[in-house]
């Protein structure tokens, strides 16, 4: 039995989102330090804000400020904080529901440990230094023994609003592939590609999953496929990605490789975007070093006849 394979992965895109009027409201507010809520037909003030209300689905836009002092409804400790995450020290995730509010904000809350938070504590914002309109524009929440705070009455009229916000997304992962996959790998890394057969229905899965979605039943035995195949569907892009060095546009397109009964993906090089088609015979094409080939190009054969395709579709 090859070895199962394990290995970092991190999953990283920049999100870029406009804002309608409430959440451009709420967020230009943070950056004034004024917290806005909205007010729903029943009476219910809403912080975060919503553009709907989210039990009639009627669009409410009354937008009203709230106190920056709170009271904690629930909360969790963070022994551990990662990279990006509020405070680099541990602290608490807290629901915060700000007086005025009917509804609790998520935040951090800085305590020195788990046994100074409860529920029903009192807190107030800390504001950032520096303000952009971003929910960091909260820094996070202290304990307050306070009075509650007097909201000034804003109506969420600003000038210059901010209008979109480019949140960065992370996720950070130990993969482990499993049996099946460590197997499709080992094989990649001799540039050869292996699927698994299904004991009963007899398809030939690649890359494997380790069972049968149709039968579900365990899949082990090996079958090598390709490595030429046949572009069953594809489409254009024409979206520039961010870091990926390709220029558009370019075809992306599933490939059933040779003995294989799914497609499969990948980039299609060696001929104009627009005379690529259902049916193209390719053969891929590795770069040195590479561990997946870097794209597939024409195999120089006949289109294949559409019936040896139609089922892998
Ligand atoms: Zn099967």
Redesign the pocket.
Known sequence: MPEVLKAPLVVEFPFTRSLGPVQSAFLTGLRERVVLGVKTGDGRTLVPPVEYDPFTAEEIRDLVEVAPTGTVTTWAWNHAPRRGQPLDTPFAWVLVRLDGADTALLHALDAPGPDAVRTGMRVRIRWAGRRSGAITDIACFEPYDGEPAEPAGHTGAFEDRVSGILAPARLDYTYTPGRAQSGYLHALAERRTVGER??????VYVPPRGA?P??G?ATSEQVEVGPRGTVTTFCIVNIKAKNLDIEVPYVYAHIALDGADLAMHGRIGGIPYDQVRMGLRVEPVWTDGARHPDHFRPAGEPDADYDTYKELL
């Open positions: 299904c004991p009963s229905c007899h398809k049968c149709t039968c039943v």
